[in-house]
């Protein structure tokens, strides 16, 4: 498949008027839409996802509500978050969302990262972790806005989910996509996903009284390659502390590609420093200085 | 340093490192730093540069592929630089403990620091006759490793826990902190290094075999000298040019 798209003509030399074929094949960022409206909390996608990654399952906590486990964890990567709402009139919404990775455009983990290679974002949007070069130091914890990340003590290696790369890469869908029995799940390219979703929230805006309904692909991470549907976008919090505004710290952009190769060269300049030094100065000496080596110049 | 004077904590570890090792002085020759002092330096020293380079391959991507093999790979550099960290602010808090006495800030030192030009120029060949057993110079770079151990101890815990633990912001924050002490020390250790070897010949003996000629005594720290011999510094100075000349 990308062999083909490389092989796309998109200029041609002496030739008036459009390439022909260009534009016929479009740029593949994939997308998982997650539609929180028709979501009925059934949890087949959390059990696919381990069916299918080969998650170990261990005992858990009860926290009084329907949700698996209270957070995901290193051998649970998907996870329904049941959240009872009360609006401003009383009455409850129960509210489930799919939590996972977002798969952000910009993502905060892969800026966090001292170690090459550690985690790797394709130029479909995946953004997957490599355990074997990983060093287990739990920055991308701290670098990621949705608490994704989870480091695994035994192992001391970080996962998350992967978008099911390995499937993706063979051009079938991720596994939670396949079990959804309602279809509020859907994957394909971005541009769909976006335009699914947007008409989708138009309709629970014109048709179901849903004023505030809306899609969640954040900005601030440049977007995400998980979106979405929400009944009230203008409160993504209430769906289990999903940010409203998901930011990466600034010491993992600014510090780590300028003032670190800067100030690190600065450092640096102390060594040549003292060399230089030495060389037009030169050492101070135990006084008297020896008989030989006194000084004819004054 | 005259001893004997207060009762230390340390006083016993130092009696017992003094039988464990020995220090030759020879005739010309004073007694600078003793076995325990020596010690303390070098697991310093070590445990610093052990830090240090494991830190490194985390610091810049760069260095990554240059500095993580050294120890094993970068998982196992992860997991040491803690230790290694631990070690170094260990020994050094021992070795704070043992210094601070002729660490301690006079106002000689600030008048010191205001004419530390002519220091870096060489101008001024000998030190000012106030200058004890450490110059204001020695202070500071101690008094700056203090500081950044206490800096290296908080945000290195924090990043150790991680977010996990301590929230993002807290790591985001530590890790700058963490940084930028491993930088003005790095730059500071370049300084001492080249000071304590072959910037001030002489000096380097003192943290082997911890003795000093007695020339390099009044000429680097000619308070000690006196408060050592009883002899005024300068003078022993010209007695050994004219000895020198004849
Ligand atoms: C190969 C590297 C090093 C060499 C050759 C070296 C040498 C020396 C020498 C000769 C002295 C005695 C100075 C005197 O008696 O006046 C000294 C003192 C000292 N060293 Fe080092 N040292 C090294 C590394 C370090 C490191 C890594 C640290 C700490 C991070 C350190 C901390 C100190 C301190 C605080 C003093 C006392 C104050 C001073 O003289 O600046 N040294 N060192
Ligand atoms: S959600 Fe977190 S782990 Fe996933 S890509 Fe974004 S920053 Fe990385
Ligand atoms: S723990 Fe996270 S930040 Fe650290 S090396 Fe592994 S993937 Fe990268």
């Not at chain 1, 355990?131 to 996962?159: A, D, L």
């Not at chain 2, 810049?60 to 550099?77: E, K, M, Q």
């Not at chain 2, 011999?229 to 000349?245: F, S, Y």
Request: net charge neutral.
């Amino acid at each position: 498949m990308p062999d083909r798209k490389a092989l796309q003509a998109d200029m041609i030399s002496a030739h008036t008027g459009p390439s022909p074929g260009h534009g016929m094949q479009r740029d593949l960022e994939v997308c998982k839409l997650i539609d929180t409206t028709t979501c009925i909390g059934c949890k087949a996608c959390e059990v696919a996802c381990a069916e299918w990654n080969d998650l170990p399952f261990t005992p858990t906590t009860f926290d009084n509500t329907y949700q698996t486990m209270p957070q995901t964890s290193y051998h649970f990567w998907n996870l329904i978050k049941f959240n009872e709402h009360q609006n401003p009139d009383g009455t409850i919404q129960w509210l489930m969302r799919k939590d996972q990775c977002m798969h952000c455009a910009d993502p905060g983990c892969l800026a966090a990262c001292p170690a090459d290679g550690a985690i790797v974002k394709y130029a479909n949007g995946i953004v997957d972790f490599n355990q074997e070069n990983c060093i287990g130091c739990e920055f991308c914890v701290s670098g990621c806005p949705f608490e994704i990340p989870r480091f695994n003590p035994m192992t001391k290696k970080v996962y998350k989910c992967t978008l099911c790369s390995d499937r993706v890469g063979e051009g079938l869908e991720p596994a939670c996509i396949k079990a959804c029995p309602t279809g509020c799940l859907k994957f394909g390219s971005k541009d769909d996903m976006k335009f699914i979703a947007g008409e989708r929230a138009k309709q629970l805006r014109d048709n179901f009284g849903w004023q505030n309904a809306g899609v969640y692909d954040p900005q601030s991470v440049g977007g995400t390659h998980v979106i979405y549907v929400l009944h009230d976008a203008t409160d993504p919090e209430r769906y289990g502390g999903l940010p409203s505004n998901p930011t990466i710290p600034w010491s993992y952009t600014v510090w780590k590609w300028l003032f670190k190769p800067v100030l690190g060269t600065f450092a640096l300049f102390g060594f040549l420093g003292v060399l230089a030094h030495y060389v037009t100065s030169g050492p101070r000496l135990a006084q008297p200085e020896p008989p030989g080596k006194e000084k004819i110049n004054g | 340093m005259a001893s004997g004077a207060v009762e230390r904590f340390d006083h016993k570890a130092r009696e017992s490192f003094e039988s464990l090792g020995k220090t030759t002085v020879y005739r010309g020759e004073l007694l600078r730093h003793p076995v325990y002092t020596r010690v303390l330096h070098w697991a310093v020293a070590l445990f610093f540069f052990l830090a240090l380079f494991t830190g490194f391959g985390i610091y810049l991507p760069w260095l990554f592929r240059w500095f993580t093999p050294i120890f094993g790979g970068g998982p196992l550099s992860r997991i040491m630089h803690p230790y290694f960290g631990m070690a170094f602010v260990f020994f050094f808090g021992l070795q704070a403990l043992n210094w601070l006495q002729p660490m301690l800030w006079t106002p000689a030192d600030s008048k010191w620091m205001r004419n530390i030009m002519k220091v870096v120029s060489g101008e001024e060949k000998m030190e000012p006759p106030e200058t004890g057993f450490f110059n204001a110079g020695q202070k500071f770079q101690f008094w700056e490793i203090v500081g950044g151990c206490v800096a290296y101890l908080i945000t290195g815990i924090i990043l150790w826990a991680g977010a996990r633990t301590f929230g993002r912001i807290p790591v985001a924050i530590s890790y700058v902190v963490h940084d930028i002490s491993a930088l003005i020390m790095l730059g500071g250790i370049f300084v001492h290094i080249y000071l304590s070897t072959i910037g001030e010949p002489g000096t380097f003996q003192s943290m082997i075999r911890g003795a000093v000629s007695e020339a390099w005594a009044w000429t680097f720290h000619p308070a000690w000298y006196k408060q050592i011999t009883g002899r005024d510094p300068l003078q022993a100075c010209e007695d050994a040019r004219r000895q020198m000349k004849s």
